[in-house]
């Protein structure tokens, strides 16, 4: 079907042409070098997007919250569970204690490649180690996903009890602040050890016996605050 002059003149507009000769050839050939981009990140972007998400450690990252998240459960339902305080108190402090040995021992070595342990010297003192893993071998340990499942477990159990301990304070429920103040004291001593850790690995340093104040952790707010 022929093109009008008017149609012409108007593709010769758009087209940028002055030869209608070849105007709708043209036209045609921009149509068909038009063609929607899928963009596509680079193979590493993808790799790291990817390896991030991933929980490489399934077992340690359920045992990391399991014991903790049961204890604080039990203690919120303990007069269903029991009326016997003592039972209840031997519980709770069973499951933290088996969180603490878990915790210190398995799961911060695997989900962020930090530990803590105490060690005797050649004098008989006793030395407190705080380790953090070099960054050569920082592909054996858990992944980001894995990573913020061990530092929100740690931070925010204990901010529970600390909830726990003004609860029994206010109630006068004293026999309860006892079993508060040992469970928070059981919570508190690996948030205390791995910040050490941590701190350890944010410097590059060999594995630190020195002590690590309130204040200096004032003074390095992104010990804290980096690990999110």
């Given amino acids: 079907m022929p093109f009008s002059s008017a149609v012409i003149r108007s593709a010769n507009t758009k087209c940028g042409m002055t030869d209608p000769d070849f105007v709708v050839a043209s036209c045609q050939t921009m149509a068909d070098?038009?063609?929607?981009?899928?963009?596509?990140?680079?193979?590493?972007?993808?790799?790291?997007?990817h390896t991030s998400s991933?929980?490489?450690?399934?077992?340690?990252?359920f045992f990391?919250?399991?014991?903790?998240?049961?204890?604080?459960?039990?203690?919120?339902?303990?007069?269903?569970?029991?009326?016997?305080?003592?039972?209840?108190?031997?519980?709770?402090?069973?499951?933290l204690s088996f969180d603490f040995w878990?915790?210190?021992?398995?799961?911060?070595?695997?989900?962020?490649?930090?530990?803590?342990?105490?060690?005797?010297?050649?004098?008989?003192?006793?030395?407190?180690?705080?380790?953090?893993?070099?960054?050569?071998?920082?592909?054996?340990?858990?992944?980001?996903?894995?990573?913020?499942?061990?530092?929100?477990?740690?931070?925010i159990c204990p901010l529970i009890w600390t909830f726990f301990f003004f609860t029994s304070l206010f109630s006068l429920k004293i026999k309860w602040l006892s079993l508060v103040v040992a469970s928070f004291s059981l919570q508190v001593a690996n948030l205390y050890g791995y910040l050490r850790c941590k701190a350890v690995g944010e410097d590059g340093q060999p594995p630190d016996t020195r002590s690590l104040t309130g204040q200096q952790l004032l003074q390095c707010p992104d010990i804290i605050f980096g690990i999110f």
Avoid: M
């Fill in 33 to 49: 070098d038009t063609e929607d981009v899928e963009l596509d990140l680079a193979p590493g972007e993808q790799e790291r997007a």
């Fill in 102 to 155: 878990s915790v210190k021992n398995v799961t911060g070595r695997l989900l962020v490649g930090l530990r803590w342990w105490n060690q005797i010297d050649e004098d008989g003192k006793s030395l407190w180690v705080f380790e953090a893993k070099k960054t050569s071998q920082i592909n054996n340990i858990g992944t980001e996903a894995e990573a913020r499942i061990f530092w929100l477990g740690l931070i």
């Fill in 64 to 95: 990391h919250l399991f014991f903790r998240v049961i204890a604080i459960v039990t203690y919120l339902f303990c007069d269903l569970i029991s009326e016997n305080f003592a039972s209840c108190f031997v519980l709770i402090i069973t499951l």
């Fill in 54 to 61: 991933v929980i490489r450690h399934p077992l340690a990252s």
